[in-house]
């Protein structure tokens, strides 16, 4: 059973930095893309940060220059270094990893529960 835990969320003053982790276990073949996404009360679910299974990143406008995401493929984890924090960067972070159960089968997304992150000012 394909799992995402994520961790590193909590409380930084407005400028600092944190590193989320997103850690994916139960792999039955392959791990593709994966993801960070965040969400504030009242508001849809947007996506922050994607890195391909090759290493390739891309990120929201948003969080350009500020953000960095990165992956582990020997362990399965993908990181976001989140730096020069801002108070509208609060909320719940989420990660989302693409994963295929067999080589002729699509890939099917996986989301974890999320870790909260509150940037105080």
């Known amino acids: 059973q394909v799992q995402l835990v994520e961790s590193g969320g909590g409380l930084v003053q407005a400028g600092g930095s944190l590193r989320l982790s997103c850690a994916a276990s139960g792999i039955p073949f392959v791990l593709n893309a994966m993801a960070w996404y965040r969400q504030t009360p009242g508001k849809e679910r947007e996506l922050v940060a994607t890195?391909?299974?090759?290493?390739?990143?891309n990120y929201a406008d948003s969080v350009k220059g500020r953000f960095t995401i990165s992956r582990d493929n020997a362990k399965s984890t993908v990181y976001l270094q989140m730096n020069s924090l801002k108070p509208e960067d609060t909320a719940v972070f989420y990660c989302?990893?693409?994963?295929?159960?067999?080589?002729?089968?699509?890939?099917?997304?996986?989301w974890g529960k999320g870790t909260l992150v509150t940037v105080s000012s």
């Open positions: 890195i391909t299974s090759g290493g390739n990143p």
């Open positions: 989302k990893a693409n994963v295929k159960t067999a080589l002729w089968r699509p890939g099917v997304d996986y």
